[in-house]
């Protein structure tokens, strides 16, 4: 029999033998019995089993059982075998701070009820003031889970004390066997390509004729496989975990069944030394969640709230299925944006009892409401989005906007040259390691070798890349390769290490994945939405998914929206922006110079320059200054000859 609640305090089991007695749980309490039987060191361990055999002579045994087989998904959350949760009042109850909402009546209302339900929140509408009042109202214990550590901690400031307030990491870390926290690291550390590399003594090898793949780029592949089941709710390792990177993405079947039968046999290598708590190698952050995940919790509350609800790891979502406790949802389905990390919409995939609206948003105004409803009416919404009456929000030209968003990783770097041009301190938000790895990657592959880089495994040249940037498969490389062709990768490098740190900066540059959760005073977007990605095959409109992030980055802004016109045209008119192309010739692909390899500063600077760090020595405009013609130029001068 498996051991649910083996993390558990003897305080937090009397809390469960409490409510399985009250509910007449009887799975709950027989599996409450089989764990006490192993806790023979306390002293009331006794009287407790006294009193569970009590209850389970009362309690009428269920025909199912919930901890040897799967929920269904289809099933609104085991409705089946679980009972309603019985609310009672709260030995003292705090008043909130504000007058709630009809919508936020309508979702007490449904809370107090005792059913599952969904809690539809559109952007900036008050999920967690919304959640505060739920959980003031009751007397019951409640579990509020997110997935972001700085939710959390927010959260927990405005929580009585009757929530625990967690990560899903933090739960699941609390749950590790003893024997692996005897070395912290085993659960903490990160494996790493290169570490594999050198424990496995993996060499440089080639799939079919012509996939050179390097062995740090092997090591990943085993990683990024490892990573995807432990997010999955299945039990084994399969071939469904197995990414298609890089050049693999347009490769034939076969090549394909070969690196899918290596990637799984190593794979499946390195999950049995993570296990291992003797073995080095360590389980990081995903491991122990899987392992959690895999042990069947039983999380000790009456009600659990899982807010983000719209971006949920399955493994996670799993869990919550197999509770027998009230389950609230918390999200904005139109907010899903990291499907492509494995997540799962819970707002859109699980049915549940009840389901209430939060559509007044007290982040920004009316203006700023109107163009997401029309962005939401585009994704099949029919409730439209309301604005706060205390904002005047607009939408228009930004002079100095507090932050830019792009959608891709490539435009941030251009919105940064742009930045140090205007002389403003631009903070890039996320870390600029994979932004480096992939220009690593441009010089290695310009050198003909295969480069370590994820996005580009499998590729043995840079002119491979640029030909595959054409097709279908390698349009998410298409921004990339258009400003690697016109700027140069050292030069883009240069630039990146000239971004500051948020505290000093006078600019923000994020992508939208990672602006998630963030908001600004003013924000300009940058045109790069709705262009990189094929379109939709069944309605022949741009993907639903580069529709949400769009949305997502609309919903950032609190007074000013700076939109391009074309993503305008989108929203009003129904014009698609013209897809990205490779803009480089296929000649000059292959006969473009080489990059220059040294950093020096020009002869002489203008006065108005001389502030900035110097640009490449090929620079048109250093040339200029060394003609004894200097011209006022900023950074995007220096750099690219403008």
């Known amino acids: 029999m498996q051991r649910p609640f083996i993390s558990m305090t003897f305080l937090e089991l009397e809390d469960v033998f409490r409510k399985a007695s009250r509910t007449k749980d009887h799975e709950y309490l027989k599996l409450l019995d089989h764990e006490l039987s192993f806790r023979n060191r306390n002293q009331k361990t006794p009287d407790l089993r006294k009193r569970v055999a009590a209850a389970l002579a009362k309690a009428p045994a269920r025909q199912i059982e919930l901890f040897d087989q799967r929920t269904p998904s289809s099933s609104a959350h085991g409705a089946d075998v679980r009972a309603s949760a019985v609310h009672t009042k709260p030995r003292t109850r705090k008043k909130p701070k504000f007058t709630p909402t009809e919508e936020q009546t309508a979702a007490l209302g449904a809370f107090l009820q005792g059913m599952s339900l969904k809690i539809n929140a559109f952007a900036g509408s008050g999920k967690t003031s919304t959640l505060q009042l739920l959980a003031n109202a009751t007397g019951l214990r409640g579990q509020y889970l997110a997935f972001s550590k700085s939710i959390v901690a927010d959260a927990g400031e405005k929580f009585p004390n009757t929530v625990d307030c967690s990560t899903s990491h933090s739960l699941a870390f609390r749950a590790a066997p003893a024997g692996y926290k005897q070395d912290i690291g085993k659960l903490t550390n990160r494996c790493t390509a290169k570490q594999l590399v050198e424990v496995l003594d993996i060499k440089r090898r080639r799939f079919g004729d012509r996939y050179a793949v390097t062995p740090d780029s092997q090591g990943y592949l085993y990683l990024e496989t490892i990573r995807r089941y432990a997010q999955s709710a299945d039990d084994e390792i399969g071939p469904q975990h197995v990414p298609t990177l890089g050049a693999l993405r347009a490769a034939p079947e076969d090549v394909l069944q070969g690196v899918t039968a290596f990637a799984l046999d190593g794979a499946r290598q390195v999950w049995g030394r993570m296990l291992s708590e003797r073995d080095p190698l360590p389980l990081g952050h995903d491991g122990y969640l899987k392992l959690w995940g895999l042990s069947r919790p039983i999380i000790a509350a009456d009600y659990i709230m899982l807010d983000e609800a719209q971006d949920t790891n399955p493994v996670v979502l799993d869990i919550l299925q197999r509770q027998r406790g009230q389950l609230i949802y918390v999200g904005d389905r139109y907010q899903q944006i990291y499907e492509w990390r494995g997540a799962v919409n819970a707002m859109e995939s699980i049915e549940a009892d009840a389901s209430t609206y939060l559509t007044t948003s007290f ?280």
């Open 363 to 642: 982040r920004f105004g009316n203006a700023i409401a109107s163009l997401a409803t029309k962005m939401l009416v585009k994704l099949g919404e029919t409730q439209p989005v309301r604005g706060n009456s205390g904002i005047a929000s607009k939408i228009g030209a930004t002079a100095n906007p507090v932050a830019v968003l792009a959608r891709t990783n490539a435009t941030t770097i251009s919105a940064v040259i742009e930045a140090l041009d205007a002389g403003r301190r631009p903070h890039l938000v996320g870390d600029k390691s994979e932004l480096m790895d992939m220009l690593r990657g441009v010089q290695a592959l310009k050198e003909n070798e295969p480069s370590t880089c994820p996005a580009f495994f499998g590729f043995r040249s840079w002119i491979e890349v640029v030909e595959f940037a054409r097709s279908d498969e390698g349009a998410h490389l298409v921004m990339f390769v258009n400003l690697v062709e016109k700027r140069g990768e050292k030069q883009l490098m240069w630039a990146l290490n000239r971004t500051v740190d948020e505290e000093k900066a006078d600019l923000v540059i994020s992508t939208v994945h990672k602006s998630k959760g963030r908001e600004w005073k003013s924000v300009r977007l940058m045109d790069d939405f709705l262009r990189s990605s094929p379109t939709d095959k069944k309605s022949s409109g741009p993907d639903p998914a580069e529709m949400r992030l769009l949305y997502v980055a609309l919903t950032r802004a609190k007074e000013s929206l700076e939109v391009p016109s074309t993503i305008m045209d989108f929203i009003d008119r129904g014009i698609a922006p013209q897809r990205e192309r490779v803009e480089v010739s296929r000649a000059s692909s292959t006969q473009r110079p080489a990059q220059p390899h040294q950093i020096e500063p020009p002869r002489s600077l203008s006065p108005a320059a001389s502030t900035h760090p110097a640009p490449p020595r090929s620079s048109p405009v250093a040339a200029e200054i060394v003609a004894g013609k200097p011209r006022r130029k900023g950074i995007m001068g220096w750099l690219f000859g403008r």
